[in-house]
């Protein structure tokens, strides 16, 4: 397989964003073409009906008496003066003065005209079509032959309409789809690339946790790994001191163990395979049992504690106190001295104070990376403090006494 696992969703995200983005725009095409073509015919429709208007209305008008044609209705309606404009015109049929609308909204060949007045009378029906004016606009034409009394062809009325305006609004109305169309689409593609990254997150955050959990187990191994393959070597080649060697091997072994331990809570909290089992704990009588039951090697740990109540998984909580615990035991001391460290408890808050270098102001705000080991400390252990403070929607917070050595609190929400 090409790339990594992350390289694969970023493609995955821009594959379903595409996707998406395709899928909705073939449907808006689609859509923007059956609107277009509804408009188009719209204007076609209206144009044709007011073309058949004027023909009925001319036709039922022309008179005919003693073989004699006249327009004499005819120039008293107000139609003679509008648009659309008209001709009576024989087309052949019989011999009379062609008549012409007042009013010229388009200049027509009266060839033209003819011509199809003669279709009409020729084919007995309407005649429809498109033609060009000498001007070169495009018009619609309606030709509808005309009957004497007798029941003979007589001529024609043409109808002429002038398409340029409704040619106008239809090109205007197919900017304003299209327009609306890119926009649309560029914004179902922000709105479907928002979309596939939040389809991809718990994949993301999964590959996060999987390299996360790689990433430590290899960094905090590596020492105690190092340090047993040492003991190992030294045992292989010295077998008078296999008996000393061996408590130190057993204890790296543990460590390890409980390294491996945390890790795997960590990351199976975060996620999501294992939840927080929130309980009402007294947090004064829970620290107060991890001091007791923790071996801190001869270090002069004192706890002063306060009944507080909170919401809490107790088995979390233990593992977070432990590790301030062990991480003032381990690194906050003196050189050459014993470690000395006291433990508060009040308002829900679990204070641990060495008497230790303490932690350099300037990286203090990295005290608490996975990765870190400022002033001594263990970032893997201080880090899964942090985390489990979060994870109760506490915080875990660090900074130095007056007096010399770190003071780490540890506060969560109390319990009502």
Known sequence: MNGS??????RLRWVLTALFTTMNAI??????????????????????????????????????????????????????????QFAILPGGAQTFRPHFSNRTCVPMDTGVLNGLAADAIRTGGLVEGYQQGTDGRSVLVRAQPL????????????????????????????????GGCVLLIAVLGFAGHLLSGRSIRPAAAALQEQ???????????????????????TAQANPDQRAAL??????????????????????????????????????DQLVTDIAESTHTGGAQVTVTAAPT???????????????LLDNAVRYGRQPG????VHITVYGGTVTVADHGPGIDPSTAADAFDRFSSTGGSSGLGLSIVRWVAQAHGGVLSVYNADEGGAIFELRFPQAA
């Open 147 to 178: 009957l004497n009394p007798s029941g003979k062809y007589l001529g024609a009325v043409v109808a002429v309409a002038d398409l340029t305006g409704t040619q106008s609004a239809h090109t205007r109305f197919v900017l304003l789809v299209v």
């Open 309 to 323: 109540k909170v919401n809490a998984d107790p088995t979390l909580i233990r593992r977070a106190v432990g590790n």
């Open 246 to 283: 061996l408590p130190r091997t057993v204890q790296l072994a543990s460590d390890m163990g409980s390294i491996i331990d945390s890790l795997l809570v960590r990351a199976r909290l975060a996620a999501g395979v294992e939840q927080l089992h929130l309980q009402p704990v007294w947090l």
């Open 27 to 84: 449907g808006l095409i689609v859509l923007a073409w059956i609107v277009i073509d509804e408009d188009a015919s719209r204007g076609i429709a209206e144009t044709t009906a007011s073309l058949d208007r004027v023909t009925a209305a001319v036709s039922r008008q022309v008179g005919y008496d003693g073989g004699v044609v006249s327009f004499a209705l005819v120039n008293s309606d107000e139609l003679n003066n509008g648009c659309p």
């Open 211 to 233: 390299e996360v959990l790689l990433a430590e187990t290899a960094h905090d191994l590596r020492s105690p790994v190092a340090a047993l393959r040492a003991l190992a070597e």
């Open 5 to 10: 696992a992350a390289d694969r969703l970023r």
């Open 337 to 340: 001295a014993e470690a000395i």
